[in-house]
């Protein structure tokens, strides 16, 4: 495996000096995040993003993420166009040496929580979701933070619109042509495209969700059986549906060569559908982060890794989710794991 860190660019506020000192990160996960959604990187943006990565001793090949343009979701004619920009992506990223693209299909909103702030006895905080409180909140008036992409009242509701006809059997028939026009982009670069599960794994507002499950990889898998369809095995969003086996899954997945990239975060569970993110160590929630990463290991995974959502420790008010220090003691717990259990398989 490769441990990665994501870094959101020149506007990040941890210095990407201080992300190479952690122990064993290889690289850096980033995007170009001032081009509009479906337009094409400029290549020298792209190139300045690698350069400035290269000088502090960290590699650029994972990309997260290139999203992806509502037409290309709902299907609309002018899909085309969005997708040949994407195909220009791809080809552009893959001249930089890039070798993953993390990307999701979800519509209109990307992950979804209902507080930022957390706060446990410990003094720390994390984000946290609770599904009758989402329940209450009008999507035609929503103002929830965190996206990775903010409409304006106006535009969402006209989305929100545009998506009353799309079921889950259309949205997955557009994202398999979506991948279908790409693969040819991926072969000749050797990308992998790692799709991003939904966060959380159901139905949002009324706007289907079609990553969530097993079943949901099954049909992934068989209608685009091309190598570099992959996905990222993120454990937090996945975990988040009890529904989910997610050693189970690792092992499956790792063995069939499918996970290009690994998200690995905690959640504790305090509700059917509610949950609360914590600290990446087993012990400190609901999900068996040692088993995850054994069964990762079995499967013969040799992807990216990166330490998902931390929460805010000592003092820290990062980025929700992507503060430096428990993303940074995530890691080393992680770095510990591996080695572990790599040695101990070999
Ligand atoms: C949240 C992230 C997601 C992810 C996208 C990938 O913290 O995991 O925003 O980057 O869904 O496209």
């Known amino acids: 495996m490769k441990m990665t860190f994501r870094w959101y660019g020149e506007g990040d506020s941890i210095p990407l000096e201080y992300i190479k000192q952690i122990p064993n990160m290889s690289g850096v996960v980033t995007a170009v995040y001032d081009v509009p959604v479906g337009e ?5 943006k792209i190139l300045r993003l690698k350069s400035l990565c290269e000088e ?21 004619p002018t899909r085309d166009k969005y997708i040949d920009a994407y195909y220009q992506n791809i080809i552009n990223l893959g001249k930089a040496g890039v070798k993953c693209i993390c990307y999701n299909f979800m519509p209109v909103f990307d992950w979804l929580r209902t507080n930022l702030k957390t706060m446990d006895k410990d003094g720390s905080n994390s984000l946290s979701y609770n599904h009758e409180e989402l329940m209450r909140l009008d ?33 997955f028939e557009n994202l398999v042509y979506f991948l ?31 990553i969530t499950s097993e079943e949901s990889y099954k049909k992934l898998f068989e ?21 989910n086996d997610l050693v189970k899954m690792a092992k499956e ?23 609360t993110e914590a600290g990446h160590l087993t012990s400190a929630g609901s999900l068996d982060i040692y088993a995850i990463v054994k069964a990762l290991v079995e499967g013969g995974f040799d992807g990216y890794v990166r ?9 820290e008010d990062g980025k929700p989710g992507y503060g430096l220090y428990d993303r940074a003691l995530g890691a080393a717990y992680l770095n510990g794991l591996f080695e572990a259990i790599e040695k101990e398989i070999k």
């Open 56 to 76: 502090k001793g960290l590699e650029m090949e994972v990309i997260e993420s290139v999203p992806v343009h509502e037409d290309i979701k709902l299907g609309k």
């Open 139 to 171: 999507p035609r008036n929503l103002h929830l933070p965190g996206w990775d992409e903010s409409y304006t009242t106006d535009e969402l509701n006209n989305l929100l619109d545009e998506y009353k006809g799309i079921t889950k059997e259309k949205l």
């Open 40 to 44: 094409v990187w400029p290549m020298d």
């Open 180 to 210: 279908q026009e790409i693969m040819p982009a991926c072969d000749e670069t050797g990308i992998n495209m790692a799709i991003h599960p939904d966060d959380p794994p159901w139905d949002m507002f009324g706007l289907p969700r079609i």
């Open 253 to 275: 997945y790792a063995s069939m060569g499918r996970i290009g990239f690994a998200h690995i975060r905690q959640l504790r569970y305090s509700g059917e559908l509610d949950f």
């Open 307 to 315: 330490p998902d959502h931390g929460r805010n420790i000592w003092g």
């Open 223 to 243: 209608a685009v059986p091309n190598k570099h369809n992959g996905i990222t095995f993120c454990t937090g969003s996945l975990g988040a549906g009890r529904f």
